[in-house]
């Protein structure tokens, strides 16, 4: 074969990977979407879930999925931002960083099933957390560390290092520059790893279920004192998040609709997803043109 | 002619392989000195250990005396933050911050505190002139420094650092990633410069040095060869390998 050829061949082979890859994303996303999408009504998305009549909606998981996120991130984004910052900035080469570096990458393949009964036994029983939201929150703190930890420090890290001579040549403190100029270049990147967090937080179900619980009790959405026991603001209630009720009402579920009911939530899950993952983006470029003045 | 910045005696090595071997170098306050040499000479890594950028390698190790206006910059005590204000860097490669222009020239003001308006735009407006760039960015200052050219942004570059109101501006090679025109622009900025600032220059181009450096100091592996005023070296150079470098005979 000639080098023109062999090109020639190459390029075909790769585009049809990629034509294998987007088509089963596109089945997969067209799939859930179109046979979700009938059952999604406002009544579905207002109203509490029901356990054995028909018509019980989604409310409620879908608050605590939004919740639970928010939570995840505020204990694990800034956790995760110190020692990416110390893992790129700070940190030397040697036994040590590698044993952290190998630790985060352990961790990121822990089964869930083994952190949810780990987080079970320790936050939940051990600690008396209890069922919560919060006890939910740190065991995906765990999922989420070692994704952000090296989404963060690789985008640090692909800030070039002439933007940190240039910084110190010009009197900045190591702190200042990095504060001042390596963290605002590494925000795009810095954004990606969150949305990947969260989609993982999301989809999450298996650590969940022995630690954020799977009951979603009646919530009052008036009652803004997060140490009210109904109100939605209290992390220490349990929280049953979708993808738990979607898991739930397939295996054990016994309302009639239970098959749309999984659909729809599936459905809703996927778009709020999406919706997740274009907004960060969106407020993320906002952010990164007014820092740096657009281009 | 007083000098500014007086070395002795400096050794540097990269872990156990010593790259300078002993160098002497005064600087004359105003004015152009130029550091012409090979690839590999220690020309570059000599400069950073004015300011102590060497400092950023691991397993580094500088001896020998710097005085900086009567002050060791190598001592304990030294304030290294200070120390850059007062001896400031361009790189070879055009490294501006990723944000506005106006942003990138006041950085290094508004962390020392000055935030009133007025003062502000009066020093973007000052260093944008004095690095001869101003002209060229001043419809623009709001833009990103990285949208201009290569040449605009080193002399961004330059407006930067003349913002902190420096006494020395050290330049390693900050024209080799350009081309004619611009560098042509940088030499015009660097002698419109030299009545006020003290400049050291690092370059590989020799019609470059002749063309700017009141003086010019020859290295050679490690070593300095030769260190006079340019217009001497350039026609009656005192050592052989001197003459031969200049006249292309190795390098």
């Avoid at chain 1, 065991?139 to 420090?153: D, G, K, Q």
């Amino acid at each position: 074969m000639t080098p023109n050829q062999t090109d020639k061949l190459a390029t075909q082979l790769i585009n049809f990977l990629v034509a294998v890859v987007v088509l089963i994303l596109l089945f997969l996303l067209g799939d859930i979407i179109l046979s979700g999408f009938p059952h999604i009504s406002w009544h579905f998305l207002t109203s509490p879930s029901s356990s054995f009549s028909a018509g019980g909606g989604i409310r409620d998981q879908l608050f605590n999925s939004l919740y639970l996120l928010i939570l995840t991130l505020i204990i694990s984004f800034p956790l995760a931002l110190g020692s990416a910052i110390y893992l790129s900035e700070y940190a030397g080469d040697n036994w040590f960083t590698g044993l952290i570096r190998t630790a985060i990458e352990v961790l990121s393949s822990l089964p869930s099933v083994v952190v949810g009964l780990f987080g079970y036994l320790l936050f939940v029983i051990e600690f008396h957390l209890g069922f919560s939201i919060l006890s939910g929150a740190i065991a995906l703190t765990f999922f989420n560390l070692p994704l952000l930890v090296r989404s963060i420090e690789g985008s640090l890290h692909a800030v070039p290092d002439s933007q940190r001579e240039a910084g110190i040549a010009l009197g900045l403190s190591n702190w200042r520059t990095i504060r001042g100029v390596i963290l605002p270049a590494a925000l795009p990147g810095i954004l990606t790893g969150i949305i990947l967090s969260a989609g993982r937080v999301f989809g999450e179900a298996a650590a969940l279920i022995y630690t954020a619980g799977q009951s979603a009790p009646i919530l009052d959405y008036t009652n803004w004192n997060p140490m009210a026991t109904d109100s939605f603001l209290n992390p220490m209630r349990p929280a049953e998040t979708l993808a738990v009720h979607i898991w739930k009402v397939n295996t054990e579920g016994v309302t009639p609709d239970a098959v749309s009911i999984s659909a729809g939530a599936s459905a809703v899950l996927i778009i709020v997803i999406l919706i997740f993952n274009f907004g960060a983006r969106a407020i993320g470029n906002h952010m990164f043109k007014k820092m740096t003045g657009g281009k | 002619m007083t000098a500014i910045l007086l070395t002795k005696n400096v050794h540097l090595s990269y872990g156990k392989k010593e790259a300078l071997h002993g160098i002497d170098l005064d600087f004359d306050e105003h004015g152009i000195t130029a550091l012409i040499g090979p690839s590999g000479c220690g020309k570059s890594t000599f400069l950073r250990c004015l300011n102590r950028m060497n400092d950023l390698i691991p397993r580094t190790t500088v001896t020998g005396t710097f005085n900086f206006k009567g002050q060791d910059i190598y001592a304990p005590t030294t304030n290294l933050v200070e120390l850059r204000k007062q001896i400031g860097m361009v790189f070879q490669q055009p490294n501006p911050f990723p944000f506005s222009v106006y942003e990138n020239v006041t950085y290094g003001l508004r962390l020392t505190g000055h935030k009133d308006r007025q003062f502000l735009d009066e020093q973007v407006e000052r260093s944008l002139k004095q690095a001869a760039v101003w002209d060229e960015v001043k419809d623009d200052l709001n833009k990103s420094a990285l949208s201009f050219s290569g040449g605009q942004q080193q002399r961004i570059c330059i407006a930067r650092l003349l913002a902190v109101q420096p006494d020395i501006i050290l330049l390693d090679e900050p024209t080799s990633a350009l081309d004619p025109i611009s560098s042509a622009q940088i030499e015009t900025t660097l002698l419109a410069l030299k009545n006020e600032y003290t400049i050291i220059i690092v370059t590989h181009n020799l019609q470059q040095a002749s063309r700017i450096a009141d003086k010019t100091a020859f290295m050679l592996n490690g070593n300095l060869v030769e260190f006079d005023l340019t217009s001497k070296m350039f026609t009656q150079p005192e050592q052989q390998d001197t003459s031969d470098y200049l006249n292309g005979k190795f390098g």
